[in-house]
């Protein structure tokens, strides 16, 4: 009898290691037949530098900075000779004269100042909404670009360690720079 349940119990076991044997063997048999996941990776300072868009934008850029730099040097340069002007005949005036003078050339050089900041933050904004406008539009290619290709993911490898290592048949950058450039040019016209 206690033959019976020493086999009873060592078949029992089998059985159990049977079906643990058989679950495991499904899971493996499952988890390989899943589809592979399509990963990728951009370098984002190689798309920020050469995409033709921030090119074009930072040209752009560049051309209204140089015109306000040469509008407040023009204006600057003009006070400038008004007080060399005053200096050279501020001897010969009257004091109040003289002072009257010297209030208006500092009231003008605060106004200078003061247009000169405002316009300076105008410009900044811009640039600002500009280049946030740009880097919106980026990104949302890369969704269109990773839903048309199939990508369940696309990293983006940049200095700040997003993505410390990228095998090089991972990565999609020239690719996704030709058609970001492509939908460019296509916008432009």
Do not use: H
Not at 26 to 54: D, R
Not at 109 to 119: D, L, T
Not at 127 to 150: A, P, R
Not at 170 to 185: G, P, Q, W
């Amino acid at each position: 009898m206690k033959k019976n349940v020493t086999l009873q119990a060592t078949l029992l076991k089998y059985s159990n290691m049977k079906k643990i044997l058989i679950s495991i063997l499904s899971i493996i048999a499952l988890t390989s037949c899943q589809k592979e996941v399509k990963t990728a990776f951009v370098k984002t300072e190689t798309i920020f530098k050469e995409y033709k868009g921030i090119k074009d934008q930072d040209a752009i850029f560049q051309k209204q900075q140089e015109a306000f730099a040469k509008k407040y040097d023009s204006i600057i340069k003009e006070w400038q000779n008004e007080v060399m002007e005053f200096q050279k005949k501020a001897q010969r005036m009257p004091l109040k004269q003289a002072q009257k003078k010297n209030e208006e050339l500092y009231q003008k050089q605060q106004m200078i100042q003061q247009m000169q900041q405002q316009e300076r933050a105008q410009l900044s904004a811009e640039i600002n909404k500009k280049t946030d406008s740009i880097i919106k539009k980026v990104y949302d290619f890369f969704d269109q670009y990773g839903k048309k290709n199939g990508y369940k993911y696309i990293y983006g490898k940049n200095t700040t360690g997003a993505l410390m290592y990228g095998d090089a048949q991972n990565d999609i950058t020239d690719a996704v720079l030709k058609e970001l450039d492509a939908a460019y040019e296509a916008e432009k016209k």
